[in-house]
């Protein structure tokens, strides 16, 4: 499966961005899909996934009660709603597509995911 991500941007603290992972190639269906962030100097980390079904969510604490993550299967894509940016989000937003269910802490690991996509930047000025 091939991923685009889009929609990152400039914006101010307190401000909101949606986020979007569209695949093509085949569908999600099966697929456990992560958002994660690379700030400058630092490694890439886990923001958010969601089972292919959407009834399963995680994030991490960095971002919860802020961030929310859906689905649309119907249009195959992934979204990570983002509000109340904080400068501390700004980074390069990654998603990625695990081919199979991921369960407990495996969500958050970079490794466990074989697809990704190329990446959008998101800047949060104070």
């Known amino acids: 499966v091939q991923l685009q991500a889009s929609g990152g941007g400039l914006v101010q603290a307190g401000g909101s961005l949606r986020l979007s992972c569209a695949a093509s190639?085949?569908?999600?269906?099966?697929?456990?899909v992560g958002w994660f962030r690379q700030a400058p100097g630092k490694e890439r980390e886990f923001v958010a996934a969601?089972?292919?079904?959407?009834?399963?969510?995680d994030y991490a604490d960095s971002v919860k009660g802020r961030f929310t993550i859906s689905s649309d299967n119907a249009k195959n894509t992934v979204y990570l709603q983002m509000n109340s940016l904080k400068p501390e989000d700004t980074a390069v937003y990654y998603c990625?597509?695990?081919?199979?269910?991921?369960?407990?802490?495996?969500?958050?690991?970079?490794?466990?995911?074989?697809?990704w996509g190329q990446g959008t930047q998101v800047t949060v000025s104070s």
């Open positions: 190639g085949r569908t999600f269906r099966s697929y456990t």
């Open positions: 969601i089972s292919w079904d959407a009834i399963s969510t």
């Open positions: 990625a597509a695990a081919k199979r269910t991921l369960y407990g802490s495996s969500k958050k690991l970079v490794y466990e995911y074989e697809n």
